[in-house]
């Protein structure tokens, strides 16, 4: 919609995160003139370039929400006033969130932080910014929020509280200033690949988030003059997940069909008559470390002092180690010198079959909706038993190729491994840096 918002004035707060950035440079290319607000100076900079390469010259006003008192917030509104006269739209996407924390274990900080932030700030910038969006002819206050559904969940602490008293104050405040007052409403994005995401979900694990360019549409159009209330976009209603749609995803984490050259290189010096009993082995023990994972997996970080980065990280140097033996096999084997010649535990349960994405997903589906955890168990049975299947049939292929094919199968996976661990390696470090940004 080029023009839907031309001669406007758009102030984005949070405006260089992910989301913030991506709803600037959406209006500005609309046709706004956006204030950028944010507390980080050199951040703001490169997302004025974006901004001003989509439409008109932006606007910068660095403040930090968390030290920011209302006599900042009326200052802010002041300043906005006389360079502009006026303020059409307020866009809200400053957040605060540590991770997910169980609330007993939580500090008091952290929790007031995030309460303050994403909350009380919120607040105090709209109730400043109210009269200069009453002058305009269509004024808008839009609150980004997240999906109650999930927030209102077990370890989301004051960042979900906050969530849910913003959808009161929505409700609120627009039944105060009635149809004739300035627009108040609330917009869910749906799930995007930004640095706060990245704080509850393993990269290589989260199939459902979005770039946040791909939301600069809906963004935009929150701002345009339309509906009053609460705007979904992309958010699922009812209860979220299905048990087939999430034992499908967890299949896919599980990855049997990848595991197979594995598991044949595994099983060279295993006798046949052995294979099944020690494949159910570790099949068994993998179905327990993920119902572990299920239930208490939070909880063991956290006893630990462990991030979900880590695991990854941990689980792509493993996965690499591996992926190099396969490609320059040692008389050992894959394996190195193991006792009995067979598998037990590393590598086969862990970290092939229940791997550091298998085990951060369905940590993440209890977290989310901890009332469903018998259909969460049904989807992690479903998804054990397909794979269980697939790789039972997988000793019968030892019979079927020859040793030359499998050779060169084993290297070829070996290289397959070898970049998926590096993969693995750099999501565990990018997920770090963005949770430290």
């Known amino acids: 919609m080029p023009g839907a918002l031309q001669d406007r004035i758009v102030l984005v707060s949070g405006a260089a ?47 930090d929400l968390e030290g920011a008192s209302p006599d900042d917030y009326d200052q802010l509104a002041q300043t906005l006033e006389r360079e502009f006269g006026r303020l059409d739209g307020l866009l809200h996407c400053a957040a ?36 200069l969006l009453a002058k305009a002819d269509a004024g808008a206050a839009v609150f980004v929020l997240d999906d109650p559904a999930r927030t209102s969940g077990a370890f989301w602490g004051g960042y979900g509280l906050a969530q849910a008293g913003q959808a009161a104050l929505i409700g609120m405040l627009q039944a105060e200033l009635g149809e004739a007052g300035p627009r108040i409403s609330g917009l869910r994005p749906g799930p995007l690949r930004t640095g706060l995401r990245a704080r509850a979900y393993q990269a290589n694990a989260d199939r459902e988030a979005r770039p946040p360019a791909e939301s600069r549409r809906r ?14 976009a992309g958010a699922r209603g009812g209860r979220g997940m299905t048990v087939l ?5 967890l299949f896919f984490i599980l990855d049997p069909l990848g595991n197979i050259p594995v598991l044949l290189s595994l099983f060279k010096g295993v006798p046949a008559e052995r294979q099944r009993r020690v494949l159910l082995r570790e099949l068994l023990i993998a179905l327990i470390v993920l119902m572990l ?40 084997g894959v394996m190195g010198e193991v006792p009995g010649g067979e598998p037990f535990i590393v590598p086969l349960a862990i970290p092939m079959i229940a791997g550091p994405s298998g085990m951060a ?13 018998g259909d969460w168990m049904l989807a ?8 269980a299947i697939i790789l039972f049939f997988a000793t019968w292929l030892k019979k079927l190729l020859g040793t030359r094919a499998l050779t060169a199968l084993e290297r070829l996976m070996g290289m397959v491994i070898v970049a998926l661990s590096v993969q693995m390696f750099l999501d565990g470090i990018s997920s770090y840096l963005r949770a430290a940004a």
């Open 17 to 63: 995160g992910g989301l913030g950035a991506a709803a600037a440079v959406a209006c500005a290319g609309a046709g706004a003139t956006v204030v950028l607000l944010g507390r980080r100076i050199a951040a703001l900079n490169r997302v004025y370039d974006a901004v001003r390469a989509a439409g008109p010259e932006p606007a910068l006003y660095p403040l």
């Open 96 to 131: 605060e969130f540590k991770g997910l924390t169980p609330l007993l274990h939580t500090d008091p900080a952290d929790f007031a932080r995030a309460l303050h932030v994403d909350l009380t700030a919120r607040w105090w910038l709209t109730q400043a910014c109210l009269p």
């Open 219 to 232: 963004l935009r159009g929150a701002a345009v003059p339309g509906r009053r209330g609460l705007a979904r």
């Open 245 to 249: 749609s999430a034992a499908v995803l």
């Open 293 to 332: 994972f299920l239930w208490g997996g939070q909880y063991a970080l956290e006893l630990m002092h462990l991030r979900q980065e880590s695991v990854s990280i941990a689980g792509g140097i493993v996965l690499f180690l591996i992926g190099l033996r396969m490609i320059f096999p040692t008389a050992d």
């Open 361 to 373: 997903a369905v940590m993440l589906l209890g977290s989310q909706e901890p009332g469903r955890m």
């Open 380 to 387: 992690l049975t479903l998804a054990w038993g397909a794979t």
